[in-house]
């Protein structure tokens, strides 16, 4: 079966993160651009990562009628008490791009022996019947450099123990099997798939 879906995302790594693995499955895409939604960015003023989640796909069902999908998503870093977590696209404040963040949780980071981490996706979908709610995690360690590479965010300092790598230096399909976004992704698939059999 065909689904039409909404993406409730700004952020063009995210879109192309789910795009990939949606799109083979015959899922028909749809960013808020392109369905002429120039300005889409909801207050994300929840205090977890589910209500912003929430926030999201709900604003784009209302605006667009359409089954859409958000995901909210961010670093939780045991020792600094889960900072950044719901704040880990803003952390240290708006002037500061992707890479200043990441080397304000090294800075914070400097002399803490614990670096366990964990990145987090939780994905909301809004449709007709309801609103649902999908969680991912995987663990790791912050490292103890900024690893340049591919990826976005915090992907250069997330070490993963398993792979023996940093984010940055595997693949989007390695990143894609084991990532939060991925195994939330998994669970709203699977979630849908059970119900188009009834
Ligand atoms: P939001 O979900 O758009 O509010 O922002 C999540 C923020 O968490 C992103 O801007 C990234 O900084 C970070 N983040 C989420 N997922 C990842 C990931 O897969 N790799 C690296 N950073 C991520």
Not at 19 to 24: D, E, M
Not at 68 to 84: F, I, M, Q, T
């Amino acid at each position: 079966m065909n689904h039409k879906l909404a993406l409730a995302s700004g952020n063009q790594h995210k879109i192309i993160e789910l795009a990939t693995l949606l799109s083979p499955l015959g899922w028909d895409v749809s960013s808020p651009k392109d369905l002429g939604v120039l300005d889409f960015d909801p207050e994300e003023n929840g205090v977890s990562f589910e209500e912003n989640a929430h926030i999201k796909s709900q604003a784009l069902f209302e605006i667009t009628g359409l089954p859409s999908l958000a995901d909210d998503s961010g670093l939780v870093v045991e020792a600094l008490n889960g900072e950044p977590g719901i704040y880990s696209a803003r952390y240290g404040g708006k002037a500061l791009n992707d890479r200043d963040r990441a080397e304000l949780v090294l800075e914070k980071m400097s002399n803490i022996s614990n670096r366990n981490a964990y990145f987090i996706c939780v994905l909301s979908f809004r449709d007709p019947t309801g609103i649902y709610s999908f969680e991912g995690i995987v663990n790791g360690k912050i490292g103890s450099n900024y690893q340049e590479g591919n990826g976005f965010g915090y992907d250069p300092i997330f070490f993963h123990p398993g792979l023996n790598r940093y984010f940055s230096e595997i693949s989007s399909e390695e990143k894609n099997k084991i990532s939060h976004r991925g195994i939330a992704l998994q669970k709203f698939l699977t979630f849908i798939q059970n119900r188009d059999k009834t």
